[in-house]
């Protein structure tokens, strides 16, 4: 071994150090929000500040920069260790990225807006029960005066959201994104607008009676039917949804069943399996260096999207399951594959973000979006965020909110402090749909595969494909090299309309 | 605030900082037992030994001993800040003993010795499962290895073995635990031979149809009735029953489950809540200090035992709660107060530790006393365990397991290598009945307080009598103090041969 291979495998076990802390933070929210008796929130917050306190240690410490310095130049970006392979040279350039926004913020600015955010989330606890905006403004005054420093300190060329959409997706820019979403927004609400004059689709047959244990073995079923392995994995029951990502072979989901509604957590489980199968997939080897951690929120979304979206709200895979599901629920019995698939596809302009259609969903996004940045940009002030969202909702879905609670208070990103976090839920949805391109291509059959109830495959494709690269790769070089073509948003355009004109036909 | 007010809290906030990774591998070591997906050992593993390396290193500190340096003088143990007050003085005292032990590991070890005795567990998991002691013995030899130069890291004057003893029991020595029990192993013998001469108990009443959800219900009623609070801890089910310590509002216990038998699940539910209910009890203003923790395993075994087999063995209790149970599994409904009380109090030499009765329960710990004491002295090679297991299993017990399974590969303690462990089980006996004492002194009628289903108050006096102190005083200061008389084995001898005469008349 060269003397950069001993360095490069130095350096990555200064990093594994820090990885494994943050796979015990993840173990302890997972805690948190599934068996944690409730007396213990205090100490895990406290549990969960030391654990975040030593791994901002770790990740900006001496010892890590200089064992990074013998690889690449921090400064400049150049690789110094050139006989490292293309992979591991990727994996400087991103472990340099991390060091230089771990330690573009003070320590101090880091305590304050963790303090201002952990009080910010108990402030909009109680606005959002108690309908009071008012409550919740003055904190969030603070948030986005912080975000706007933020900003700064990270640094941006053209705009200051630049900045913090690049936490959450590198590369990503205000006007990229601002092009992508002025054009989504027209086409969704056009096909939205089509979708109204045609005939409604009856959904009831979702509504019933489904026992919670029954509906909680059906999706075990499903989980592992589509690849995911019980024995590196659990699923649990919290009150939001989520997966946890502690190591390829610890990487938990959790969902929440309503008995009265048979699909709700059917869609949830295939969405946190998605999350969850790239976690898993992630190669084992490279865990704690850049090349073992997913490439970003936008292509975490990607995932857990396709299997939701693509694949679970899909025809074939539904002439698979539902017989399935008709064994575990007599009261389906009598519903046709057709009259099932076009219930869970039914299009409805809404309130929730998180229950929102496919169709519609997008255009929630848009508006958090326009929102954020005119606050950035310090166009919108907070006390009329209320004002803004209501006639942003009018002009995009049609419906406006009776009050806060339901409107601008619905979501937890703004009181923690994660301005630039929502465009990544659309990027993801775009992504899958640019990525199912290369798919269908390798499998023209893939429908006929799904309806036999053959799913193995595309969790194998998915890991060949994106899995396996960690974050060699940005999205959107990935996306390029899987699919020949650079990412734009039409292909998931094409298959919107494609879909829901034959469930809305004229 | 004085400058020794505020040195000793400085001391304080350092050493929370510890206790809390503390706490937090105590939730990973829950998780493993309870909930992780099998695959997750490894990780788990290296976890633990992350956090065990933190642990130790914050322990032996720089930043700690200076610290501690300006309110005691480490070499001498003298106390500097003489205004402290005695508490204060006293934790003092323990924190330096606790930092002689932690700097006389070196942290190398530490975290070797923590890894190995992981993968002890997994490998020991299988080989008992396989009964296979060669599989085990590779590892168990390593363990030995390792916990003989422990003792001589550790110090010790006369026996190597002394230095393990006084990890889980401060000033414990292997002459004094030897002559103890020498003289309790004669005494139970006795005591064994006569009731092999008295008419058999009749036990076949515990066993039958006990569905598992009817148990576990059935215990958290017992659990809530003797003061246990289920919004500060949990009951789950793990193949070793145990009690986790993270705070005292958060302090967790797991138990198992045989259908085919009422009262085993009980016996260690209320087993698992003692230890559980000293934890919770502890001050919490002093959670991170020496005030805020159990005193040693013995007195920890003593409040484990003391519900376990003081209260939960006893009559009244069953006065009470037969009823109750009865109300639950119907097939007891014939069942006497007097049959029901002798079959949970049944004496039969038998294999398995955890099973034993309250009689022969000594003798299996003084198996175990002498051998890892044989085998630390280099008296006693590994690979002629199973051999000596089984003969002093007829020495003392009179039968002989047919499988290293139900013999030597039984307990998982020297899996985990916690030689000197052990003793501490027998001394918490002791320490109950000394304790028991004073108990019976302050509540000359607690027969009949029990008998009518008052429980609190048994919580209540041993939070004042015990919990409330920390490790304020040694297990031996404290007992004198309680009550009034220097430790000695006596009073469980008295209270087993009462006990048990009346059980077995002559």
Redesign the interface.
């Known amino acids: 071994m060269n003397q950069a291979q001993k360095d490069y495998e130095e350096l990555h076990k200064i990093s594994l150090?820090a990885r494994?802390?943050d796979?015990?933070a993840s173990?302890?929210d997972w805690?948190r929000e599934t068996?944690?008796?409730?007396?213990?929130s205090?100490?895990?917050a406290?549990?969960l500040k030391?654990?975040a306190g030593?791994i901002h240690k770790e990740k900006t410490s001496k010892k890590f920069a200089s064992a990074l310095s013998k690889l690449i130049d921090i400064k400049s970006g150049d690789i110094l260790a050139k006989s490292l392979n293309d992979e591991q040279q990727s994996a400087l350039r991103e472990w340099r990225r991390d060091y230089q926004r771990d330690t573009a913020l003070p320590g101090s600015f880091v305590e304050e807006f963790a303090k201002l955010s952990s009080q910010s989330i108990q402030v909009w606890t109680i606005a959002k029960r108690e309908n009071n905006f008012a409550h919740f403004a003055p904190f969030l005054e603070k948030i986005v005066a912080m975000s706007r420093k933020k900003a700064d300190y990270l640094g941006y060329e053209n705009h200051p959201y630049d900045a913090l959409l690049d936490i959450y997706e590198q590369g990503a820019t205000t006007e990229e994104i601002s092009s992508i979403f002025n054009g989504l927004g027209k086409s969704v609400s056009n096909l939205v607008k089509k979708i109204s004059q045609s005939q409604p689709v009856d959904d009831s047959i979702l509504h019933g009676k489904f026992p919670f244990d029954k509906q909680l073995a059906f999706s075990k079923k499903i989980m592992q039917a589509i690849g995911y392995?019980?024995?590196?994995?659990?699923l649990?029951i919290s009150t939001h949804p989520f997966s946890s990502a502690?190591?390829p072979?610890?990487s938990?989901i959790t969902t929440r069943i309503h008995p009265s509604n048979v699909f709700s957590n059917i869609a949830t489980v295939l969405h946190e399996c998605g999350h969850s199968l790239y976690e898993m997939g992630l190669p084992v080897e490279h865990?704690g260096s850049p090349l073992g951690e997913a490439i970003s929120l936008g292509m975490h979304e990607c995932q857990s999207r396709w299997w939701e979206t693509r694949i679970g709200h899909s025809r074939p895979f539904w002439q698979h399951f539902l017989p399935e599901l008709k064994k575990t629920f007599k009261s389906l019995e009598p519903v046709s594959l057709d009259s099932f698939y076009r219930a869970i596809n039914k299009v409805t302009p809404s309130l929730i973000r998180v229950e929102a259609d496919e169709v519609t969903y997008p255009l929630h996004v848009i508006l958090r979006y326009e929102l954020e940045k005119a606050l950035i940009e310090g166009t919108l002030k907070v006390r009329d965020i209320p004002e803004a969202w209501n006639s942003k909702m009018q002009e995009l879905l049609g419906v406006v909110p009776q009050n806060d609670s339901a409107g601008c208070l619905q979501d937890i990103h703004w009181a923690m402090g994660g301005f630039g976090y929502f465009p990544t839920y659309t990027l993801g949805n775009l992504y899958a749909s640019h990525l199912f391109m290369a798919f269908e291509k390798k499998f023209p059959k893939w429908q006929e595969l799904v309806a036999k109830g053959e799913l193995e495959f595309i969790k194998e494709w998915l890991t060949q494909s994106v899995y396996c690269h960690g974050r060699r790769y940005t999205s959107k070089e990935l996306l390029k090299k899987i699919t020949g073509k650079p990412f734009d948003a039409k292909a998931y355009m094409q298959y919107l309309t494609k879909k829901y004109e034959e469930i809305y036909p004229k």
């Open positions: 150090h494994i802390l796979g015990i173990l302890l805690d068996y944690m008796p409730p007396e213990g205090e100490i895990r406290e549990q030391v654990l030593l392995d019980l024995s590196k994995g659990r649990d502690c190591h072979k610890d938990r865990y």
